[in-house]
């Protein structure tokens, strides 16, 4: 094998032509490591959990991850496995599917928002310099692996950590960035109305 890849090496380095399947099988190699390398992951929750089947009780592990670069990519996946370590695993690959953007304002949020899912309720505030992550247990890996540094948070519901980490995600799927809003109401970044947007008459016809 090292004989192979020193042989490779020196036709790349020749500028010879390298066959298709290795060069492939190095470069999936590389990008994997480079994923590894940018984000990091936090298991919020794990535990046993079985399931009652002919022969008896089927014992497996789940486990919730939340995975981020700290730049404001962030996800979370639930794994289900025979082994922990497994569950973890699985966890990290569904969360890396289900990354999200999150607009940020500095180090904290844009404005205020509150995600819902299931019976789990999240309100998320900004906040000042120095604030740091007013948090729980499961608003705050979600944070933290986003990139947030400074807001203030509440779970309103349910306390249960599955439906407190998703309705973070939910609530940060509900920010938008002060460029996102005036283009959607169609004006300038200076304040003023751009050419192609219409004025709204109300009711008492002013404009």
Do not use: C, W
Not at 8 to 23: I, K, N, T, Y
Not at 47 to 53: D, F, H, M, R
């Amino acid at each position: 094998m090292a004989e192979r890849d020193r042989y490779h090496g020196a036709r790349e380095e020749r500028g010879d032509e390298v066959s298709p399947r290795s060069r492939g099988r190095r470069t999936s190699l590389e990008s994997d490591a480079e994923r590894n390398e940018e984000f990091k992951d936090f298991v919020v929750t794990f535990g046993p959990v079985s399931k009652t089947v002919k022969g008896g009780k089927r014992r497996s592990f789940r486990a919730l991850v939340v995975v981020g670069n700290g730049d404001g990519k962030v996800g979370a996946g639930l794994g289900k496995a025979l082994d922990l370590a497994d569950a973890i695993r699985k966890g990290i690959e569904d969360a890396k599917k289900n990354l999200i953007s999150v607009p940020r304002h500095g180090g904290t949020i844009p404005h205020e928002v509150i995600g819902h899912f299931g019976a789990g309720m999240v309100l998320l505030r900004p906040a000042s310099p120095g604030t740091g992550l007013i948090a729980g247990r499961g608003v705050r890996p979600v944070l933290e692996l986003a990139g947030i540094k400074d807001v203030l948070a509440k779970s309103l519901g349910s306390s249960n950590p599955y439906n407190v980490v998703y309705a973070t995600l939910e609530a940060l799927k509900g920010l938008r960035s002060r460029e996102e809003i005036l283009r959607v109401r169609g004006i300038a970044d200076g304040g003023q109305a751009s050419p192609n947007s219409r004025s709204e008459v109300v009711s008492d016809g002013t404009v």
